[in-house]
């Protein structure tokens, strides 16, 4: 007999509909924009993750390219996901980042320029583990990409003030 406990993992939990999502990161874009960027951005609390906007340059325009998105903090490090919705593709602002790993993060208290990167070995283990405790659906989300979702690192830039 299977456990409760054991279903949450094999099952797949549901999602709304692809349209959906990308009405909704319409909706928080506009409203980040709308309000100058007061509205739309969150630290992270408790099993609460934050909202960041990033910016990177895009891999084929040159030009900045901006995405909010989900993060905790680990230590001085953002951590989130290159999830896409959920959906197949690799989210373009990871292919980005990829392609040239500098960018800058706006966070409630201000700008970070960060160098984005995939965590891997027991640092994706573990980072991973921290985001099922936010997320209790991740392993079901995560099964339904064919391809394993990146745990993406932006660490602080050494080299660059943040400004």
């Keep these: 007999m299977v456990t409760t406990s ?3 993992r094999t099952k797949s939990p549901w999602l709304p ?8 990161w319409a909706v928080h874009r506009g409203l980040f924009r709308g309000s100058g960027g007061r509205i739309g951005l969150s630290r992270p609390r408790g099993n609460k993750y934050g909202m960041l906007r990033l910016t990177a340059t895009g891999r084929r325009s040159g030009q900045p390219r901006s995405v909010i998105l989900g993060y905790f903090e680990d230590g001085p490090n953002l951590v989130s996901m290159a999830m896409n919705g959920w959906g ?3 989210p373009a602002w990871w292919l980005n980042l990829q392609a040239n790993p500098d960018a800058t993060v706006e966070l409630v208290d201000g700008r970070r320029a960060v160098r984005g990167r995939a965590a891997t070995g027991d640092e994706r283990t573990r980072l991973w583990a921290r985001w099922r405790e936010i997320d209790r659906h991740l392993d079901g989300y995560a099964a339904r990409r064919p391809s394993e979702t990146a745990v993406v690192v932006l660490e602080p830039r050494p080299d660059a003030s943040g400004t």
């Design 6 to 8: 054991d279903e949450h």
């Design 88 to 90: 197949e593709p690799e």
């Design 17 to 24: 509909p692809r349209w959906f999502i990308r009405f909704a």
